[in-house]
């Protein structure tokens, strides 16, 4: 089939190339513009132009796709379909209907499950013990479309969403190929999603990112993984927003009996530091004081030499 591949950010990647090892010709990439960043605020291709242009593929980087002029250079390319992965830019339904078999995304859940922008990190804040990926064909709802196939992958006790995403990302392209087969073949036929089974999936905000020291350690551990890392799980000390890196798990020269902690109250040793949550302390492993690099949790501890009763996050309490 002649493709379009639509995306982005670097979890496309893995699929546009495995389109490009596959039969399927991949005629053009649709990616955002190019975005300034860095302290010098330059402008930057997105990871996937990046890759599009080495391997000499015509790029395309409409700000919108509800401009006339982009929706006909798309139909002149006479695409059989448009494969999607992160695209990042809403298909208004004039442009729907162009390919023969539609616009296909690939998207990291088990739909009807975790529909919307950010579905990963509520996979992990929900606590998910399995999460994947889904084919579907677009529709005009969000992520309500047909269902073409979907493979599982087991959340692991130490994922950040960095790390499910890059597997999901990885084992996904596989299936969207799969998908495009099958299509090409006239082997599947795109299914309706159920109606039981739905939730969906915001973008995460800087607030979604803020600690709750309140709740049991298994959902303190979540919330600061599911926000790693973006947009970086963070606390208060002092007045001062305190970003956190992923809970360590490791009991290494912890004393044999943990200290009784309330909620947000930090205790310190020699090799680790400890805060408390709902039903047991969390043991911090790095942690970004403001202007400053990510450092070990005990060095921070030192350097701030924290009080008896002293906790984190407690100036923003109720």
Not at 118 to 124: E, R
Not at 183 to 198: H, I, N, Y
Request: proline fraction near 11%; charged fraction near 20%; glycine fraction near 10%.
């Amino acid at each position: 089939m002649h493709v379009i591949f639509a995306g982005t950010p670097e979890v496309a990647i893995p699929s546009l190339r495995a389109l490009l090892d596959s039969p399927h010709e991949v005629v053009a990439v649709l990616t955002r513009p190019d975005a300034r960043a860095g302290r010098g605020r330059s402008l930057v291709p997105s990871p996937l132009r990046v890759v599009a242009e080495e391997a000499g593929i015509p790029v395309l980087t409409p700000g919108t796709l509800r401009d006339e002029a982009v929706q006909d250079e798309i139909a002149a390319l006479a695409p059989d379909v448009v494969a999607v992965v992160a695209y990042g830019n809403l298909v208004p339904e004039a442009l729907l209907a162009v390919p023969t078999h539609g616009w296909v995304n690939l998207h990291f859940s088990l739909l009807p499950a975790w529909r919307g922008a950010a579905p990963v990190q509520h996979a992990l804040l929900a606590g998910d013990a399995v999460t994947g990926a889904s084919t579907f064909v677009i529709e005009a709802g969000l992520d309500t479309g047909p269902v073409i196939g979907t493979m599982t992958e087991t959340v692991r006790p130490d994922d950040t969403t960095g790390s499910l995403l890059a597997r999901l990302a990885d084992a996904g392209a596989p299936l969207l190929v799969a998908s495009l087969d099958g299509l090409a073949e006239g082997r599947v036929t795109p299914s309706p999603q159920p109606a039981d089974g739905v939730s969906h999936a915001p973008k995460i905000t800087t607030e979604d990112a803020r600690v709750r020291w309140d709740q049991p350690a298994f959902a303190v551990d979540r919330r600061i993984r599911a926000c790693t890392p973006d947009p970086g799980a963070w606390t208060t000390f002092r007045g001062e927003r305190l970003r956190l890196g992923p809970p360590s798990r490791s009991t290494d020269r912890l004393p044999a009996e943990l200290p009784s902690l309330a909620p947000g109250e930090i205790a310190v040793g020699k090799a680790w530091v400890l805060v408390g949550a709902t039903d047991r302390p969390v043991r911090l492993d790095t942690v970004t004081p403001p202007g400053k690099k990510p450092m070990p949790a005990a060095d921070w501890a030192r350097g701030v030499r924290i009080a008896p009763g002293e906790r984190l996050g407690g100036d923003l309490d109720g």
